[in-house]
């Protein structure tokens, strides 16, 4: 099973706040593969917008994607550009 | 944590009548401003706010849970609600389910003596936490009057 990892800081001045984690929950439920997102020790499922919310990270923190399944590499990638666009919020 | 205390009953409510996103958002206005959490004088901005926020991007976080939370000017401390609503609302949900538990939050633009924005978000995770708790989700649908939905937050002040 492919399995792919990428770490990214959040720009976007508020941080991971609802909005951004529907932007991320939405992105990975187009994809078959399984989502995992960690900051700062904590680990969450990538799919569910309230797990995305536990995490609370500010801006300037590092979200680590990692995704196995047949389109890993497509979904980080596509989540890394979501999150270095700064979710499309002020940067 | 006591982030359940921002909860008053008086602002909440265990059987919103509503048949639409709109119509919801528009009771829980009015439960706040019926329980004094809200000022009168806020309620068409407020609304309109909580309006602009669905047509952002849906508040339905899935699990039939909604959380509605904008900044509004012209308030001092957070104002908050719980809502239930037995049949389950369409809200565009990103799982495409119901929504039937709404937690309305409305916070100050700016801080000051009753709002510090870094406990405004420790508390939208403790709601987070809270809301993908099966088992206050199961609960608060089942609570018969507003003080037992305030004080089944209280018990899941823990998670």
């Known amino acids: 099973m492919a399995e792919s990892q990428r770490s990214v800081r959040l720009s976007n001045p508020t941080g991971l706040h609802a909005r951004p984690c529907h932007a991320i929950a939405s992105t990975a439920q187009a994809y078959r593969s399984d989502l995992r997102v960690s900051c700062e020790g904590r680990e969450v499922n990538g799919k569910s917008i309230l797990d995305l919310m536990t995490l609370c990270a500010p801006c300037d923190a590092v979200l680590a994607f990692r995704a196995v399944g047949e389109d890993a590499e497509a979904l980080v990638s596509a989540l890394a550009e979501l999150v270095e666009g700064g979710f499309g919020e002020h940067i | ?159």
């Open chain 2, 1 to 159: 944590m006591n982030f359940w205390k921002s909860f008053k009953p008086k602002s909440c409510a265990v059987h919103l009548q509503a048949e639409s996103k709109e119509a919801a958002l528009a009771e829980v206005v009015g439960n706040l401003i019926g329980g004094e959490a809200l000022p009168a004088r806020c309620k068409d901005e407020a609304l309109e706010a909580l309006l602009a926020r669905e047509r952002l991007g849906s508040t339905g976080v899935g699990m039939g849970v909604a959380i509605p939370h904008v900044k509004l000017k012209g308030i001092e401390r957070a104002a908050c609600s719980l809502s239930v609503h037995a049949t389950g609302l369409e809200w565009q949900a990103l799982d495409g389910a119901p929504v039937h538990i709404l937690c309305t939050v409305l916070r100050p633009d700016k801080p000051g003596e009753s709002h510090d924005p870094q406990r405004h978000l420790e508390m939208m995770q403790w709601i987070a936490r809270v809301a993908r708790e099966p088992d206050f989700r199961r609960f608060a649908l089942k609570v018969k009057t507003k003080t037992e939905l305030v004080e089944l937050l209280r018990e899941m002040s823990a998670v």
